[in-house]
């Protein structure tokens, strides 16, 4: 990966991504539990960021696995007690505290969420030589 910065930890107002992306949860609830699962080799500069940015919020970390699955799983191996599990990108930083509860209430309601935004922009398909604009209330 060489010298380049994830983007969790490319800074947004004067901060890290990953520290926006955390906030609306602790925001929802105090007490939710937050495990952060990083490459092994950013693990350190994680730790490095933490007291950089005065980040005290009490977390585990983990090493993340060869693909996103893998990822996820050795997150949820980490957990010794739980009644709901949010996923989260944390290059995602938009999510609102609202918006996460809204997603606890339907998973609640329904056993499980998966959250989907509309999308905002134009968007084209390209067949052939020529493209046509496809519904975003379809996307």
């Known amino acids: 990966m060489g010298n380049t910065v994830p983007k969790q930890f490319l800074l947004l107002n004067g901060k890290p991504i990953i520290f926006h ?12 539990k937050i495990i952060v699962v990083l490459p092994k080799e950013h693990i350190t500069t994680w730790q490095l960021l933490c007291k950089k940015y005065c980040f005290h919020v009490e977390h585990l970390v983990t090493e993340g696995g060869e693909t996103r699955y893998h990822s996820v799983k050795n ?54 030589m020529g493209s046509h604009p496809l519904k975003r209330s379809r996307i």
């Open 21 to 32: 992306s955390i906030q609306p949860f602790l925001e929802l609830d105090s007490h939710i």
């Open 75 to 128: 997150g949820l191996d980490l957990i010794q007690d739980s009644e709901w599990i949010a996923v989260h990108d944390s290059v995602r930083p938009l999510a609102s505290k609202k918006f996460i509860e809204h997603c606890f209430d339907e998973a609640k309601k329904m056993g499980s969420a998966v959250p989907a935004v509309e999308v905002n922009e134009s968007v084209r398909e390209i067949l052939g």
